[in-house]
């Protein structure tokens, strides 16, 4: 009753302002009841959970990729593994439709798409010994689809891996606070992993509190830096600048031993999600604030500023990994899996974790909502829409009905401690500037605004680099894995000749969409974001093919459309995406049609390298649909094969074999 009455509340109100606390309650709500009947009934009708079974991380315990862990350590790992950009930016940028959209799709889409996904591909690769998205796709769904599959996933990480590099370039730009404070997480990372590995050997809590009050440091010494006008030149970079930065650490994460850089770094930023998280769902709660933004604004017609495009099918590629995301596939199919300690656990790790996922992505709609709708506009929209200066932004906004000064942006950028806030496209200030106003409301005051934007700032890099370092290792993996196939040597993790040609393979190629977005005068966001939103979608398709497949294959042919209807909603939304961002004839929404508006323009260098990027785009988008309906074809045989007889429902699952767990815990 109190779901039905929140929910009810955000869609049916107008014309009035309405308070957060709808959200939170609504979101609560619908998340208990999934949990407690739908994931329930999943696990019990159609899986069958069954803590008898020995997980491979009992039978195949080797003390470094599988190892029996605590149920929840592995919720903390799986939880910081899928926590990416998504939850964060997508649900930002969103909002220009307004807050009900965006809610409405986090709340429906987790419940029955996100959180089904990732709880059932998690089992599937627990009882087919941790093996991965593409292998199950090989061995359940044929050759053809196994390869496809792989070809698939390598193009959408590489896609992923740009756009949030991306994202944190636009946060950070002609910012020497928030630069300084992220390079110094590096050096924190690195000291971390040598005292844990060499000076005090197995000391975690000694670590954790070291890294944590260095931490700490590095945000107060931001501050400090950039107060001074000497260091603060040293720490104040411009986009390119800082991609390339980037693109330096991308490739030393991936190549350095893990034990150095990627799992001190992880660890440390696992700590700073979680908490984050918590405090800002106890400052929503205290604050309770009031969402300035309108349940739907002027731009559901498709002329948004922040995006071009209308919300079906574009708040639907938008909000990825708050709804559903193909990239948690990846990770339940990954180290997961390795460490599950019995089956009846990946109800709780893969249905619960994935729901405090979405949990970020409404406290970020929050965040965004919470501003007045002209600042948050002033912040997302692109100079090449509102104009560079700041007097005819300030203009253009206020004429769309969202009133913004020019000196009302110079205060609120002051508070927080930046030289301006005009057109930080990428979703992650706005949302900075969001929390920073709910923290500042509730804990500390207005004084203390800008430490809490900086703060912001660093929590989002770190969800955000946390993907960056681990996606490109988990890609140079696969590649090294194709490679082994033409010269064995290339195939083996540990040879050095390998892993560094593999890495600077895998960096220089999301390193060049990157490059594109920091180049677009649009700000790259504009462009690339829904082409992050359809490859992670596609992967999805993909993932949920793979599930449908074994669901029959399992004869729980009722059942299927717990994992069918979700695959057909996504099959609608992303080719319908695909369709537009290929052919659509407005400049602003088709890839095609931007390139044929700037070739009929004066010709420069510029011009001509914007037009090669559409034009690679729209291949891009059209190469993952024709191999993700390669995936859906193969996927459609192997079911009418099995219902009409024709193929054998033959599994590839590993055989029964009792866990000794149970004993000896009794």
């Not at 020019?406 to 990428?426: D, F, K, P, S």
Request: aromatic share 10%; glycine share 10%; net charge positive.
């Amino acid at each position: 009753m109190l779901g039905a009455a929140a929910v009810g509340t955000i869609a049916l109100r107008r014309g009035e302002p309405i308070n957060a606390l709808w959200l939170v309650m609504a979101a609560t709500c619908c998340y208990v009841l999934g949990y407690r009947f739908y994931s329930r009934f999943i696990a019990a009708k159609i899986i069958a959970l069954d803590g008898l079974r020995a997980t491979p991380a009992e039978r195949l315990e080797n003390g470094r990729d599988f190892l029996v862990t605590n149920k929840w350590v592995v919720f903390g790992h799986h939880f910081a593994a899928i926590a990416g950009p998504g939850p964060l930016v997508g649900p930002v940028l969103a909002a220009q439709f307004g807050y009900l959209p965006g809610t409405m799709w986090v709340l429906a889409g987790a419940v029955f798409a996100g959180c089904v996904q990732d709880f059932v591909i998690l089992l599937f690769s627990v009882r087919r010994d941790g093996k991965s998205l593409t292998e199950m796709a090989k061995d359940e769904i044929g050759i053809i689809g196994g390869f496809v599959a792989y070809v698939a996933v390598i193009a959408i990480l590489i896609i992923l891996l740009g756009v949030a590099a991306l994202i944190v370039v636009n946060a950070l730009k002609a910012s020497p606070w928030g630069t300084f404070t992220i390079a110094m997480t590096m050096p924190i990372a690195l000291l971390m992993g040598v005292y844990l590995r060499r000076i005090r050997p197995g000391k975690v809590l000694e670590v954790s509190a070291l890294g944590f009050v260095l931490v700490l440091a590095a945000i107060w010494g931001g501050q400090y830096v950039s107060q001074s006008d000497s260091l603060a030149k040293l720490f104040t970079f411009s986009a390119p600048t800082l991609a390339i930065l980037i693109m330096v650490y991308g490739f030393a994460a991936s190549a350095l031993p893990v034990w150095l850089l990627l799992a001190p770094r992880d660890y440390l930023s696992t700590f700073v999600k979680l908490g984050t998280i918590a405090l800002l769902g106890v400052g929503i709660v205290a604050l309770h604030p009031t969402l300035h933004m309108p349940a739907l604004t002027r731009f559901v017609d498709g002329t948004g500023p922040v995006f071009a495009g209308k919300i079906f099918p574009f708040a639907f590629i938008t909000i990825a990994c708050g709804a559903i995301s193909g990239f948690h596939s990846l990770i339940s199919s990954g180290t997961t899996p390795k460490l599950i300690a019995r089956e009846t656990e990946t109800r709780m790790v893969g249905y619960g974790a994935m729901m405090a996922e979405s949990a970020v992505a409404v406290m970020a709609i929050i965040a965004a909502c919470v501003m007045q709708p002209g600042i948050y506009f002033a912040i997302n929209s692109p100079a090449g829409i509102v104009g560079q200066a700041p007097a005819t932004a300030a203009a253009t906004i206020s004429s769309w009905g969202f009133p913004v000064t020019a000196a009302e942006m110079q205060t609120l950028a002051h508070a927080v401690g930046e030289q301006t806030l005009y057109n930080r496209t990428g979703g992650a200030p706005a949302f900075a500037v969001g929390m920073a106003h709910i923290f500042s409301h509730s804990l500390g005051g207005e004084a203390l605004m800008a430490l809490w934007y900086h703060f912001a700032i660093m929590f989002e890099a770190l969800f955000i680099l946390t993907i960056l370092d681990a996606g490109t290792r988990v890609a140079r993996f696969m590649v090294q894995d194709a490679f082994a196939h033409v010269y064995k040597p290339l195939g083996r993790t540990s040879w050095y000749p390998s892993i560094l040609a593999t890495s600077a393979l895998i960096v220089g190629a999301w390193g060049y969409f990157l490059w594109q977005g920091v180049k677009d005068p649009l700000g790259g966001i504009n462009s690339l974001w829904p082409l992050f939103g359809i490859s992670n979608q596609l992967l999805a398709t993909v993932a949920l093919c793979v599930a449908t497949t074994i669901i029959i294959k399992m004869h729980r042919v009722k059942y299927a459309a717990v994992t069918l209807v979700p695959l057909a909603w996504l099959v609608a939304v992303t080719f319908t995406a695909s369709w537009h961002k290929m052919f659509d004839p407005n400049p602003r929404v088709g890839f095609l049609a931007q390139a044929q508006t700037l070739a009929a323009g004066p010709a420069t260098g510029a011009t001509a390298r914007l037009i090669f990027n559409n034009r690679l785009d729209a291949t891009v988008t059209g190469v993952l649909v024709v191999l993700v309906t390669l995936v859906l074809v193969e996927s459609l045989r192997q079911w009418w094969g099995i219902l009409n007889g024709s193929r054998e429902a033959r599994m590839r699952e590993s055989p029964f074999v009792r866990t000794r767990l149970v004993e000896e815990q009794g």
